[in-house]
T-cell receptor
Framework: AQSVTQPDIHITVSEGASLELRCNYSYGATPYLFWYVQSPGQGLQLLLKYFSGDTLVQGIKGFEAEFKRSQSSFNLRKPSVHWSDAAEYFC??????????FGDGTTLTVKP | GAGVSQSPSNKVTEKGKDVELRCDPI?????LYWYRQRLGQGLEFLIY????????KSGLPSDRFSAERTGESVSTLTIQRTQQEDSAVYLCASSWNTGELFFGEGSRLTVL
């Protein structure tokens, strides 16, 4: 069975600083990988996805993530964080049968 | 509509009453998921449908919880004899089997 670990429960960064949120997965085959964002009081929105090909994927709102098979990781990055990026971030892995498993999430706080 | 629709958006009920939560997925999506999100918590997987079948019911917390899907479309999550610990936001998502999930806004359940 697949699983996802987000080691950081809570991260605080200053506005304008760079950001990296960690995600490690466990799955026997090539995974489909996703990052979702949940802003306060909002539903979940897809930030970016990896299915195959280029291991560096670009998403919305200036986010990117890199798939590293050797490390079973799919870390999310942003070069310069904005106050509006404060939210809960979820990493997810899906099998080729479609079932998705989510990590426990990382809460991002942005300091002015 | 174009997105996943959930109803009711808010439900307040008394302990011991039964509740039904409805999810209308995006037309053509074969996979449908129910998750529970308690206040300040991550996503707790409940059940997953492929078509009208549920290959994975492992997340249903007790036999008070049940779900069905008909016509490879609408799904209903039923909670019998509600308890205060059932209070949460219940999220529905649908997918084309790529693992990319499209979420509804959720049904917020409060059990008094």
């Amino acid at each position: 069975a697949q699983s996802v670990t987000q080691p950081d429960i809570h991260i605080t960064v200053s506005e304008g600083a760079s950001l990296e949120l960690r995600c490690n997965y466990s799955y026997g085959a090539t995974p489909y990988l996703f990052w979702y964002v949940q802003s306060p009081g909002q539903g979940l929105q897809l930030l970016l996805k990896y299915f195959s090909g280029d291991t560096l994927v670009q998403g919305i709102k200036g986010f990117e993530a890199e798939f590293k098979r050797s490390q079973s990781s799919f870390n999310l990055r942003k070069p310069s964080v904005h106050w509006s990026d404060a939210a809960e971030y979820f990493c997810a892995v899906a099998t080729n049968a479609g079932k998705s498993t989510f990590g426990d999430g990382t809460t991002l706080t942005v300091k002015p | 509509g174009a997105g996943v629709s959930q109803s009711p958006s808010n439900k307040v009920t008394e302990k011991g009453k039964d509740v039904e939560l409805r999810c209308d997925p995006i037309s053509g999506h074969t996979a449908l998921y129910w998750y529970r999100q308690r206040l300040g918590q991550g996503l707790e997987f409940l059940i997953y449908f492929q078509g009208n079948s549920a290959p994975d019911k492992s997340g249903l917390p007790s036999d008070r919880f049940s779900a069905e899907r008909t016509g490879e479309s609408v799904s209903t999550l039923t909670i019998q004899r509600t308890q205060q610990e059932d209070s949460a936001v219940y999220l529905c998502a649908s997918s084309w089997n790529t693992g990319e999930l499209f979420f509804g806004e959720g049904s917020r359940l409060t059990v008094l």
